[in-house]
């Protein structure tokens, strides 16, 4: 099932059957992949009433109620709501779904016991304006990240100059396999959060991060077309399924 796509002048061919997936998925499990100190996430069957919302204890169908937060428990596309005192969400921001997008792979500097991703690894990696986003794959990338218990183990983040680079060179989309672009205890400063969404002196509402997802080392770095899938949630971040195509000779 293959399928064009212009942008910005140039065709690219597509092969529709061939996703490259590159979220984590959410699953009722300790070994699912947590961040910002909260608890795995629950699947309950609906038992009221005489109700029984699971099939194998003799309910005719499966009826569960799920409790999850969307920053905690894998991958996530947020948008400005996550640090404005507006109420944007990422159902009212998120118009377009399907971009160019470049995936690069960096490994993180120590800076003072610190692992940041520096303005001089995205000058090396990115041109102003060649996709809409970036997709950053950090080093070492092990499987382990799809079970990684995040909280207080300071993960890799991007510095404030690097964000600003990005920014300013046309980056509109950011996607990341860490918890968060900016480091996991810094007084609520969220400075690479607010430069990358101008906020609040322009909030950009059409700007999205994606945190915690995972690209596997099979998928080389380069140029794709990328699909987002989220939930129609009215809420500042929704579960996300990013996907990579490969663009064809």
């Given amino acids: 099932m293959k399928t064009t796509i212009k942008y910005r002048n140039t065709i690219f061919k597509i092969d529709l059957s061939k996703p490259l997936d590159i979220s984590i998925p959410l699953k009722a499990s300790d070994k699912n992949v947590t ?5 795995p996430p629950e699947f309950t069957p609906v038992m009221e009433n ?33 640090i404005s005192k507006e109420p944007y969400t990422i159902n009212q921001c998120m118009k377009q779904f399907t971009f160019l997008a470049k995936l690069v792979t960096v490994t993180p500097k120590n800076v003072d016991g ?34 990684m218990q995040y909280s207080s183990t300071n993960p890799p983040f991007i510095e404030a100059k690097a964000m600003r680079f990005l920014v300013d060179n046309g980056v509109k989309h950011l996607l990341i396999d860490t918890p968060s672009v900016d480091k996991e205890e810094d007084g609520g400063a969220l400075i690479s959060h607010h430069i990358f969404w101008n906020y609040p002196e322009n909030p950009q509402t059409e700007r999205t991060i994606s945190e915690l997802i995972y690209v596997p080392n099979a998928i080389k770095d380069g140029n794709y077309i990328l699909q987002f899938q989220i ?19």
């Fill in 231 to 249: 939930a129609s949630f009215e809420n500042d971040a929704s579960p996300s399924k990013p996907t990579l195509y490969e663009l064809e000779a």
């Fill in 35 to 39: 961040a910002w100190y909260v608890n």
């Fill in 114 to 147: 610190d692992q940041v991703i520096m303005l001089d690894q995205m000058e090396a990696c990115w041109k102003k304006n060649e996709a809409d986003a970036i997709i950053i794959r950090t080093t070492p990338n092990g499987t382990d990240k799809l079970e």
């Fill in 50 to 82: 005489g109700f029984v919302g699971d099939v194998n204890l003799g309910g005719a169908v499966n009826f569960r109620n799920i409790f999850f937060n969307p920053h905690g428990h894998g991958t996530h596309t947020e948008c400005v709501g996550h």
